[in-house]
């Protein structure tokens, strides 16, 4: 009975942060504090703290007249909880944007997939996540070109165009010059032709040759050819515009005859650009592979065989055990002090690339398998060791090879190893989600506290650092907390970095602040209420 008002909206299951709140003070006749302890601990899956709450948690229902099997049966189905919950709010706000995004892609995923691209182009690995997410939904992403593509992304007769934008080293601004001077003058006819319009709008030189790297004006000629010629394309195109700003012409401009102007736009004959290295810009360039590559004609079988993508291990957890799909790019042998021989090599696939390290024992039992440019399924083990003690510099994610698998005699991954590496990465993002909305330490160091209560609709863009001067002005050993009240909510917030001495002359000074509501000290910091 004390359970039914509580879970009634949601059939007896325990699925908000709020129910377990609840559910702790009523059934169990915990405080407030007490039961935002126990909510944040199964958010973050801290299973020490919780088996720390668990004693009081079946004292107090036990004395609330609760038989002790069903105690447990009530911290069972709470621990279940504690594999993924949210709050209310929260979990209203994501379940209706599933539900939009869900009929998005059902029913226009070109189109959604186009704009989830544009709103990450600045970002070449996000690009290539959503690529590739594209070819696994069976939709053809086409390559750049002057002649086709917006400044985004779009979709033209069904298939995604990438934007010029997304190019690296290649300014939005500059993309959005291309297509105006484009949808004003028409398509461009040659190389000549694309100098000739571009350079008056301040295109420079290196901009028109990452362009040409990218495969973006490929359908002007082949891009060695068009290296060749950049040169003197653009030095034409220069001239012709300093003699416009000077008043210049030939007497023959109203002459000049087709035969001339096909003279000009004519490219050097140079041998073609070898498929390994215009490959290589590609994927330098546009962050995946879209013409003709292995990992393309082989996508489908890697995705069956894998458990995730290169682009997605910084989602796993540590320790994870993963099957990832890719090409050997290049590898790097190394000899141990005992004079073993172990190996680095680099593993890539369409979303991105990761160094993975083969044992002594591992590469003696795997080394006929290791060749520049294999297809290959590697099942090893997230690793993150790096970075440093305090966080500050994030530790790389590699992978620690355990098996080395040829693409041809590799199998779909089975449906236990899916399972077990997406509970994995669930695992990770829920932990990550909860560490971002507590902005107060668990278990926060004892004080003294200075609280300071902020007033959020008082706030001025100079605020914060007339703050900070009056704070740091009454320097001392107290730290200090800010407690933001508006719009309906409470957020307190350590401020670091700052210690002040509590004297009257600072509580006074605090006060003449406009946007103080009122200043405190405790001896430690309790969630807002």
Excluded at 138 to 146: A, F, S
Excluded at 317 to 342: C, F, N, V
Aim: aromatic share 6%.
């Amino acid at each position: 009975p004390l359970l039914e008002p509580i879970l009634e909206e949601t059939y007896g299951v325990i699925l908000y942060q709020e129910q377990v709140m609840r559910v702790a003070t009523d059934v169990a006749g915990f405080s407030m504090p007490q039961a935002e302890i126990i909510m944040r601990a199964m958010a973050k899956k801290q299973t020490q703290k919780m088996l720390q709450m668990k004693p009081l948690f079946f004292e107090g229902c036990i004395k609330n007249g609760v038989p002790e099997d069903t105690v447990q049966q009530i911290w069972d189905r709470m621990e279940t909880f504690s594999n993924y919950g949210f709050n209310k709010s929260h979990s209203a706000a994501y379940g209706l944007v599933a539900y939009w995004t869900a009929y998005l892609k059902a029913h226009w995923p070109a189109e959604l997939l186009a704009a989830q691209l544009t709103s990450v182009m600045d970002a070449t690995e996000e690009v290539a996540k959503y690529v590739t997410e594209c070819l696994r939904l069976g939709l053809n992403v086409r390559p750049p070109n002057v002649n086709l593509s917006d400044a985004a992304f779009a979709v033209k007769g069904g298939d995604v165009i990438f934007g010029l934008g997304a190019i690296k080293n290649f300014g939005p601004s500059a993309a959005q010059q291309i297509v105006d001077e484009r949808e004003s003058h028409g398509v461009f006819a040659s190389l000549a032709d694309f100098c000739r319009r571009l350079a008056p709008l301040n295109l420079n030189k290196a901009s028109v040759k990452t362009l040409i790297q990218a495969g973006a004006l490929s359908e002007l000629g082949e891009r060695n050819a068009l290296l060749a010629g950049l040169d003197a394309c653009y030095a034409a195109a220069q001239k012709q515009q300093a003699d416009a700003a000077r008043g210049q012409s030939s007497l023959f401009d109203d002459m000049e005859s087709d035969e001339t102007i096909a003279a000009a736009d004519a490219l050097p004959k140079v041998p073609p650009m070898p498929s390994d290295e215009s490959m290589a810009l590609e994927r330098e360039l546009l962050g995946i592979y879209l013409s003709d590559h292995p990992l393309l004609r082989n996508r489908e079988k890697l995705a069956k065989c894998s458990t995730a993508t290169i682009g997605e291990l910084h989602e796993f957890p540590e320790k994870t055990k993963l099957l990832i799909g890719g090409m050997i790019s290049a590898m790097k042998p190394y000899r141990t002090r005992s004079g073993d021989t172990m190996l680095f090599f680099t593993l890539a696939d369409l979303s991105n690339s990761v160094e993975v390290t083969m044992f002594p024992r591992t590469y003696q039992q795997f080394s006929a398998l290791m060749e520049l440019n294999a297809l290959v399924i590697v099942d090893g083990t997230v690793d993150r060791r790096g970075g440093n003690s305090g966080g500050d510099t994030p530790a790389d994610t590699k992978l620690l090879c355990d098996r080395v698998i040829p693409i041809d005699k590799a199998r779909p991954a089975s449906a236990k190893r899916r399972g077990e590496a997406e509970q994995a990465r669930q695992t990770a993002l829920e932990v990550a989600a909860a560490d971002e909305e507590d902005t107060v330490p668990e278990e926060p160091p004892a004080g003294p506290w200075l609280e300071v209560e902020i007033r959020v609709p008082q706030l001025q863009g100079d605020s914060l650092p007339q703050l900070r001067d009056v704070l740091t002005r009454h320097s001392g050993h107290e730290r200090v907390a800010l407690l933001f009240i508006g719009n309906g909510k409470r957020r307190l917030v350590e401020l670091g970095g700052v210690q002040v001495d509590p004297k009257p002359e600072l509580l006074l000074a605090l006060q003449q602040l406009p946007f103080v509501n009122d200043t405190y000290e405790v001896d430690y910091l309790a969630p807002p209420a």
